[in-house]
C-alpha cells in the first residue's frame, strides 16, 4: 500500500484527496521509484485545483516532478538502489506522478540524480529552476552576454522567477526583477536583483514599441506582460517565454521583430531530449549554492498539498515548495 494524491472525474467536477493505493494500481512501467520528495508546480496546482486542463486521463495521480530510490527495474539502465530524478515527460498529466510514495515510470524519462544535489534539493528546483536554467541558457545561445546590459525577469517571486534571478546574477548579469508583491522585494534582491519593478509597469495593454531596454528577458506571465517586454527589449535582444501566470494571450505586433530584430524564443520543458536536460542540470550544479535554495524553498507533507495549490495559484507562495514523502 501507499500514500498518494488521487484526482478523480466526477459527474459534478472532480474530486481530489490522500488516499490509500494498493501497489496493483500503479500504471505500467519498467522502473518503480520509492519517491524521496516531489514538489508543488504551477501545472501541479492547475491540476489539483481543476482550474486548468492539465490532466488528461481519470484517476490521476498529480506531480510533474519526483526524485528518489529506485525499487525495481527492468530497465538496463536503472538498478535498484539507484537515485533517480524526473521533470515532466507527461508525468501527472497523462501518466500517475510524483506525489505519491510510489510511481511506476519509463526507465527512458528518467536522469540519474544530480550528484551536486540531495532529494530535498533537487525538488526545491524541480520543473521551475530547470526551466529557468533552460531559459537561461536560451538567452546565452542568443548572444545575450552580460555586458549589454539590463536583464527582465517578470513573475520573479515565483519559482521560475526567483530561480532565473539567481542564475542570471550568479552569470553576471544586471538584472531587473518584476513582481506584484513589493513585500518581497528584499527577497529577490538578497537573490541578486538590482532593481525591482511593479508588475503594473507591465501587465496593462501597451503601444507596439517603447523606450528600448532590456537586453534580454525570461517571461513566465505572458498576455500583455509579455507583449510590453517585447516592445522594450532592445535592438536585437532576445525573450525567452515560458509561462502564462497572466495568460495565454499575447496582444502584440510584429514590430519588436521586423523593425528591432528582436528573438522571441520558446521554452518548452516537459518533452525536451535527454541530453538538454542532464546539460541544464549540470549548468544548476554548477551555479545554485545552498543558500539560494534553502531562501528559495518551503517544505511541506503530502497532506498539506491541496490546500497549498490554491495558495500558490492565487499567487501567495514565494519561491518553491518541496513535498518531503518521508514527513
Ligand atoms: N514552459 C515550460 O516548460 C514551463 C515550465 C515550468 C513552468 N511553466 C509556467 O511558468 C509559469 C510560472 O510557473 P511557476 O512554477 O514559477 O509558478 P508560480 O510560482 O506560481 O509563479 C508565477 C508568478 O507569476 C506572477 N503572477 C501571478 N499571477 C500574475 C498575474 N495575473 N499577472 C502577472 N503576474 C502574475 C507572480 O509573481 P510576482 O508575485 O512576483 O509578480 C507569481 O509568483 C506558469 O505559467 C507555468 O505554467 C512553464
Not at 63 to 72: M, N
Not at 77 to 99: I, Q
Not at 300 to 311: F, H
Amino acid at each position: 500500500m501507499f500514500k498518494a494524491i488521487l484526482i478523480d472525474k466526477q459527474d459534478d467536477g472532480q474530486r481530489v484527496g490522500v488516499e490509500t493505493l494498493d501497489e496493483d494500481r500503479l500504471p505500467e512501467g519498467d522502473v518503480t521509484v520509492r519517491v524521496a520528495c516531489s514538489t508543488l508546480n504551477y501545472k501541479d496546482a492547475l491540476a489539483i485545483t481543476g482550474k486548468g486542463p492539465v490532466v488528461r486521463r481519470f484517476p490521476m495521480v498529480p506531480g510533474i516532478d519526483l526524485a528518489g530510490t529506485v525499487e525495481h527495474s527492468d530497465s538496463d539502465e536503472f538498478r535498484p538502489g539507484d537515485a533517480v530524478l524526473l521533470n515532466g515527460w507527461g508525468v501527472g498529466e497523462t501518466h500517475w506522478g510524483g506525489l505519491a510514495e510510489l510511481a511506476r515510470l519509463e526507465g527512458r524519462w528518467l536522469i540519474p540524480h544530480p550528484s551536486d544535489f540531495n532529494f530535498q534539493q533537487s525538488m526545491a528546483i524541480g520543473t521551475a529552476g530547470y526551466t529557468a536554467m533552460l531559459s537561461v541558457m536560451m538567452l546565452e545561445r542568443h548572444g545575450v552576454t552580460p555586458e549589454q546590459g539590463e536583464v527582465l525577469v517578470t513573475g520573479a517571486s515565483g519559482g521560475v522567477g526567483s530561480y532565473a534571478v539567481a542564475l542570471l546574477a550568479r552569470l553576471g548579469y544586471e538584472v531587473a526583477a518584476s513582481t506584484g508583491r513589493r513585500e518581497e522585494a528584499g527577497y529577490l534582491q538578497a537573490l541578486g536583483a538590482q532593481t525591482i519593478i511593479d508588475r503594473e509597469e507591465l501587465s496593462a495593454p501597451g503601444r507596439p514599441l517603447g523606450k528600448e531596454r532590456w537586453a534580454g528577458a525570461i517571461d513566465s506571465v505572458g498576455s500583455h506582460t509579455l507583449a510590453n517586454v517585447l516592445a522594450t527589449t532592445r535592438y536585437g535582444g532576445t525573450v525567452a517565454a515560458c509561462g502564462l501566470a497572466q495568460g495565454m494571450d499575447l496582444p502584440s505586433s510584429v514590430a519588436p521583430f521586423i523593425l528591432r530584430g528582436v528573438t522571441l524564443a520558446g521554452i518548452e520543458s516537459v518533452m525536451r531530449p535527454r541530453a538538454d536536460r542532464v546539460e541544464a542540470w549540470r549548468r544548476l550544479g554548477e551555479l545554485l549554492t545552498p543558500e539560494h535554495l534553502d531562501a528559495i524553498t518551503q517544505t511541506i507533507t503530502l497532506d498539506e498539498v491541496i490546500e497549498k495549490a490554491d495558495d500558490l495559484l492565487a499567487g501567495r507562495v514565494r519561491g518553491r515548495l518541496v513535498v518531503d514523502l518521508a514527513k
